[in-house]
């Protein structure tokens, strides 16, 4: 953001602090500032969409999120559209700890990948999931 517009940064800095606290109206209100003055920040426009879904301006919070998706497909960027949307989010290729511990973090449910564990051939997928190897619900 600091490269994109500079003068958008105090903005980011106090509505991510009222999102913080939970005061979602005031936090929409400085990232409404912050996509006027950088509105290519897929930062400010996803904290923008996810601020105004939790005050119930779902629809247009939902448009703020799919601009972000479209300026940067991120993890971050598709999570929070998932989880407004009220999906269950799967990352898909997850091979290390360190990627896993990422995507949790963004609140992703559920990872598959090499990460957890090799292919499985059919034959063996009943004894493989009955066995620990996987968290079944």
Do not use: M, W
């Not at 602090?17 to 003055?37: C, L």
């Not at 898909?92 to 499985?120: I, K």
């Amino acid at each position: 953001l600091r490269a994109l517009s500079p003068e958008a940064v105090p903005d980011f800095e106090s509505a991510t602090a009222a999102f913080d606290a939970s005061d979602y109206r005031t936090a929409a209100a400085a990232y409404r500032r912050v996509v006027e003055k950088a509105p290519g920040s897929d930062a400010a426009l996803r904290r923008l969409g996810a601020s105004l879904v939790l005050t119930g301006q779902r629809a247009e919070g939902l448009a703020f999120l799919e601009k972000a998706v479209a300026i940067r497909r991120t993890p971050e960027n598709l999570v929070s559209l998932a989880q407004s949307l009220g999906l269950e989010t799967i990352a898909e290729g997850v091979e290390t700890a360190v990627q896993s511990d990422v995507l949790l973090g963004l609140g992703c449910d559920t990872g598959q990948g090499y990460h957890f564990s090799r292919p499985v051939p059919a034959a063996d997928l009943g004894g493989f999931l009955t066995s620990g190897h996987a968290v079944v619900e």
